[in-house]
């Protein structure tokens, strides 16, 4: 039998604090949405990879590779995010079998609503609390971490790649994800 290493007292500092922000974070997310735009923030981040999406379109199961859900948790949200009209669900052109879905000029209207109030509240909840270098420590480690979480870099977070907060300010961000952050 295999003896388990415990956990450093550092270790566990930094995994209790880990699991408290993953805790915490959605929750906070999830109320400033739904006052603001009655979204939760998983509505918000289906619509923000939609939108960033060429052809603002997505077949479901790629949508729910890249929001990392099963695709029938993907189904009821698309279902409920169509009957809003902000979202629309048909068939693929390419695959009969397969459906996409394209985000309505009603649903880039609420992620322009959501937006100002979204990055308000990541920024003062999370990216204020960081000095500059610890925003660059911050996106090095999550991307050391999602590298061994997501190895394909299905999820469209691991694909990310803007640039540092150490920049010459040249750098711009690759999609309108990071415009319209989830």
Request: net charge negative.
């Amino acid at each position: 039998m295999t003896s388990i290493q415990p956990f450093s007292p550092a270790e566990a500092t930094a995994w209790a604090r880990l699991v408290a922000v993953s805790e915490l974070l959605p929750t906070m997310l999830d109320a400033q949405l739904q006052r603001d735009v009655e979204l939760t923030h998983f509505e918000y981040l289906v619509l923000s990879v939609l939108a960033a999406s060429p052809e603002q379109t997505s077949r479901m199961t790629r949508l729910a590779s890249q929001t990392n859900a099963t695709l029938p948790r993907l189904s009821h949200v698309a279902r409920r995010l169509d009957e809003k009209g902000l979202l629309e669900r048909f068939p693929c052109p390419q695959d009969k079998r397969a459906t996409n879905a394209r985000i309505t000029s009603e649903g880039l209207a609420v992620l322009d609503r959501a937006a100002p109030g979204h990055v308000a509240t990541v920024r003062s909840n999370v990216l204020d609390a960081l000095e500059p270098a610890e925003l660059d420590q911050l996106a090095a480690i999550s991307s050391r971490i999602l590298a061994r979480l997501d190895p394909e870099g299905r999820m469209s977070a691991t694909q990310c790649n803007v640039g540092s907060t150490e920049s010459d300010g040249s750098d711009t961000a690759p999609d309108a994800t990071a415009a319209v952050p989830a």
